[in-house]
T-cell receptor, first 111, second 117 residues
Framework: DAKTTQPNSMESNEEEPVHLPCNHSTISGTDYIHWYRQLPSQGPEYVIHGLTSNVNNRMASLAIAEDRKSSTLILHRATLRDAAVYYC????????????FGQGTTLQVKP | NAGVMQNPRHLVRRRGQEARLRCSPM?????VYWYRQLPEEGLKFMVY????????ESGMPKERFSAEFPKEGPSILRIQQVVRGDSAAYFCASSPLAGIELTDTQYFGPGTRLTVL
């Protein structure tokens, strides 16, 4: 299984940017980097994904290191609603589509 | 377009009873995944189904658990003779694309919280 490493927890102030790091040193050339988040008492929701280039969508940005061994999810202005567990997941074809969740990073947002 | 629906949202069973969890995928999605989240633990994959077929059941416990996704109707996760250790949140997710499509997105339901007394 493709392993990712994330800090257990992070804190942010409301309306400030948040950078959530993820290490995936064993990534292979065809692995995609996906991020999901899980708000309290809810199912996970997709945030963003990328392969090599940085990606932006309405929720967040994904910055991928040149060697692809790490990536950073960027929330440009954290809100209280962004408090959640954020999961960095590698998608590879040998996994038949299943998502392999690690412990993720619990983000606390302070008003 | 309604999201992924799961019912019941909460289910209480006594030890030895059967639990049936239902998942209606998003319209047009023919791929369903089931995940389990034990208390204070992360999400674990259980099974991946496509209409009428089990694609990957590598995460399913060997006994008492089964899953199906018939041609018509919701996907069903069935747990026979429940034990206290089965108490968990069970989430299903659906996708319009096959799992080998590495860019696909899985859309999760709100989960069923099973409590075994």
């Amino acid at each position: 299984d493709a392993k990712t490493t994330q800090p257990n927890s992070m804190e942010s102030n409301e309306e400030e940017p948040v950078h959530l790091p993820c290490n995936h040193s064993t990534i292979s050339g065809t692995d995609y980097i996906h991020w999901y988040r899980q708000l309290p008492s809810q199912g996970p929701e997709y945030v963003i994904h990328g392969l090599t280039s940085n990606v932006n969508n309405r929720m967040a940005s994904l910055a991928i290191a040149e060697d692809r061994k790490s990536s950073t999810l960027i929330l440009h202005r954290a809100t209280l609603r962004d408090a959640a567990v954020y999961y960095c997941i590698l998608r590879r074809s040998s996994n038949t589509g299943k998502l392999i969740f690690g412990q993720g990073t619990t983000l606390q947002v302070k008003p | 377009n309604a999201g992924v629906m799961q019912n019941p949202r909460h289910l209480v069973r006594r030890r030895g009873q059967e639990a049936r969890l239902r998942c209606s995928p998003m319209k047009g999605h023919s791929h369903v995944y089931w995940y389990r989240q034990l208390p204070e633990e992360g999400l674990k994959f259980m099974v991946y189904l496509q209409k009428e077929n089990i694609i990957d059941e590598s995460g399913m416990p060997k006994e008492r658990f089964s899953a199906e996704f018939p041609k018509e109707g919701p996907s069903i996760l069935r747990i026979q003779q429940v034990v206290r250790g089965d108490s968990a949140a069970y989430f299903c997710a659906s996708s319009p694309l096959a799992g080998i499509e590495l860019t696909d997105t899985q859309y999760f339901g709100p989960g069923t919280r099973l409590t075994v007394l």
